[in-house]
């Protein structure tokens, strides 16, 4: 039988994001399964989040988390050098309730069957457990919302710009491009 209460120790972070976080839990409240966030009477959590960018919630974590035996969710800029769930900063609550969900093993339920089209994903797709590297799913969010390429122009074309633009100027300015070096008009 499947577990439907976790607690969530959080290590870390600044008030604000605490803030958010209390929110996180509040939301949590109302599906299955509920994080909860861990108090020290409760003893070991099944969870740590903890601030990656934070050395002192790192070192933190380091004590309490000795044998490495309970997964961590990171959140910040780097891994720490382990293979624990990395998510970037701003703090987005489905994306920590899938990371969360991944630990525990949790299968989302079935999405009622309709058919797939070409922007939607399959609806039979099973969800997979990552590999604690960074959850797919969180992989095609970000592979989907990448920047759009930009072209470059190149250096001849930068110049052939400056050099239309210094024309155009000449004609507004007849002091721009005088190769005298001297202001029209000075005497």
């Known amino acids: 039988m499947q577990n439907d209460t976790y607690s969530v120790e959080v290590i870390g972070f600044t008030d604000t994001e605490q803030t958010v976080l209390n929110s996180v839990f509040g ?19 099944n969870i740590f989040l903890v601030d990656s960018n934070d050395e ?43 990371a969360f ?26 969800f997979a457990k990552p590999n604690l590297v960074t959850p797919a799913s969180l992989t095609a969010s970000i592979e989907a919302k990448a920047p759009p390429v930009v072209a470059v122009p190149t250096r001849e074309a930068l110049l052939e710009k400056i050099a239309a633009t210094t024309a155009k ?19």
Not at 32 to 39: A, D, I, Q, S
Request: aromatic letters at 4%; proline letters at 8%.
């Open 27 to 45: 939301l949590s409240a109302r599906r299955v399964p509920k994080y909860v966030r861990h108090t020290p009477a409760d003893g070991m959590p």
């Open 169 to 187: 100027m000449q004609s507004f300015n007849p002091a721009v491009g005088n190769d005298d070096g001297e202001c029209v008009g000075s005497g």
């Open 101 to 126: 969900d991944a630990i525990v093993g949790v299968v989302p339920p079935a999405v009622a069957a309709t058919p797939a089209t070409a922007n939607t994903p399959d609806a039979t797709q099973a």
């Open 56 to 98: 002192a919630a790192i070192k933190q974590l380091g004590v309490r988390n000795a044998v490495g035996d309970i997964q961590v969710v990171l959140i910040g800029d780097n891994t720490c050098g382990t293979n624990w769930v990395l998510l970037a900063r701003p703090i987005r609550w489905m994306k920590l309730f899938q």
